[in-house]
């Protein structure tokens, strides 16, 4: 079992930064593989960035180059750095994790609401 707790979210302008963080539980976590996904308003949930217990990561075409994934496997904690944001980056953003190579991961976080003002 996994326990996710995000933090970090809020409300920012235009071209601005925050970065999130997601502290996990366990005593594995270097095991997993742990992603960001998000979920705006009236719309599907998307993955945003993932990083694996490899170290690879990935980004979905809309945040490359301007969001950053990154893990510390000592504070049981992934983190999202955002950069430039955008409008269209509003959203719920959630953590997740799994053991399995996986597009639907088995524990989520409750997420953080990230708000970009134009």
């Known amino acids: 079992q996994v326990q996710l707790v995000e933090s970090g979210g809020g409300l920012v302008q235009a071209g601005g930064s925050l970065r999130l963080s997601c502290a996990a539980s366990g005593r594995t976590f270097s095991s997993y593989n742990m992603g960001w996904f998000r979920q705006a308003p009236g719309k599907e949930r998307e993955d945003v960035a993932i990083i694996w217990s490899s170290g690879s990561t990935y980004y979905a075409d809309s945040v490359k180059g301007r969001f950053t994934i990154s893990r510390d496997n000592a504070k049981n904690t992934v983190y999202l750095q955002m950069d430039r944001l955008r409008p269209e980056d509003t959203a719920v953003y959630y953590c997740?994790?799994?053991?399995?190579?996986?597009?639907?991961?088995?524990?989520w976080g409750q997420g953080t609401q990230v708000t970009v003002s134009s």
């Open positions: 997740a994790a799994d053991r399995a190579v996986t597009t639907k991961p088995q524990y």
